[in-house]
T-cell receptor
Framework: GIQVEQSPPDLILQEGANSTLRCNFS?????LQWFHQNPWGQLINLFY???GTKQNGRLSATTVATERYSLLYISSSQTTDSGVYFC???????????FGKGTRLSVIA | ETGVTQTPRHLVMGMTNKKSLKCEQH?????MYWYKQSAKKPLELMFV???????ENNSVPSRFSPECPNSSHLFLHLHTLQPEDSALYLC????????????????FGPGTRLTVL
C-alpha cells in the first residue's frame, strides 16, 4: 500500500517563529488532508489539498502531486499551535485514508 | 450540536464488561468511519459504512462490533476487551459521491479515550 512519511518527527519552536512540515507519499493520490491533533485528541481539519496551494490565516499548504509531496507552513507560531500535525492521503482507487506518523510541534513562549 | 460528536469522552471498563461507543454526525454526510489510535502508532481504520452498508472491515477482532442504524449514527459495541485495546477511538464522516466515499474530505469527532483494566 501507499507509504506516507512526515518530517521532522519532532519540532520545537520559539513563539513567533515560522516552520515548514513535510509529507512525502509513495504513489499518486486523490485526496490529501492535513490535520492538527490537539492535546485532548481532537483531530482538526486544516486543509483538504490533493493539489495546489491554499491559505488560511497563518497556515498555508502546498501539494505538488506530480512530485509526491505536500508542505504545511506555519507562520508566526503561537503556543496554541502545539500538538501533532498529521498528513493523510487516499491513493488512487477505492482505498482508505492512510495517515503518516505525524510531526509533534511544541511552541514555547 | 455541530460537526461530529462522540460519547462518552472517557471510558474505563473491565475485561468482562460490555459497553458501547456512540458517534453522531450533524453534517448531512452518508459515510462514517471508526478509527483506532494507540500510543505511538498511526491511526488505524477499523470500519467504514457508506449509505449504512459496511464496506470495509480491516480485520478487526470480533470483540468489536459496529452498528450503523442510519446515516447520522454509528456505534461501536465492545465486549470482552483486552488491555491492549486501550486507545483513543475516533469517529469520522464524509460525503460519499463516488460509491466509495473515501476520496472526500473526512471530519473527525473528539474521540473516546478507552482504558481496559
Amino acid at each position: 500500500g501507499i507509504q506516507v512519511e512526515q518530517s521532522p518527527p519532532d519540532l520545537i519552536l520559539q513563539e513567533g517563529a515560522n516552520s515548514t512540515l513535510r509529507c512525502n507519499f509513495s504513489d499518486s493520490v486523490n485526496n490529501l488532508q492535513w490535520f492538527h491533533q490537539n492535546p485532548w485528541g481532537q483531530l482538526i481539519n486544516l486543509f483538504y489539498i490533493p493539489s495546489g496551494t491554499k491559505q488560511n490565516g497563518r497556515l498555508s499548504a502546498t501539494t505538488v502531486a506530480t512530485e509526491r509531496y505536500s508542505l504545511l507552513y506555519i507562520s508566526s507560531s503561537q503556543t496554541t499551535d502545539s500538538g501533532v500535525y498529521f498528513c493523510a492521503v487516499v491513493n488512487s482507487g477505492n482505498t482508505p485514508l492512510v495517515f503518516g506518523k505525524g510531526t509533534r510541534l511544541s511552541v514555547i513562549a | 450540536e455541530t460537526g461530529v460528536t462522540q460519547t462518552p469522552r472517557h471510558l474505563v471498563m473491565g475485561m468482562t464488561n460490555k459497553k458501547s461507543l456512540k458517534c453522531e454526525q450533524h453534517l448531512g454526510h452518508n459515510a462514517m468511519y471508526w478509527y483506532k489510535q494507540s500510543a505511538k502508532k498511526p491511526l488505524e481504520l477499523m470500519f467504514v459504512y457508506s449509505l449504512e452498508e459496511r464496506v470495509e472491515n480491516n480485520s478487526v477482532p470480533s470483540r468489536f462490533s459496529p452498528e450503523c442504524p442510519n446515516s447520522s449514527h454509528l456505534f461501536l459495541h465492545l465486549h470482552t476487551l483486552q488491555p491492549e485495546d486501550s486507545a483513543l477511538y475516533l469517529c469520522a464522516s464524509s460525503q460519499d459521491t463516488s460509491g466509495g466515499g473515501m476520496y472526500n474530505e473526512q471530519f473527525f469527532g473528539p474521540g473516546t479515550r478507552l482504558t481496559v483494566l
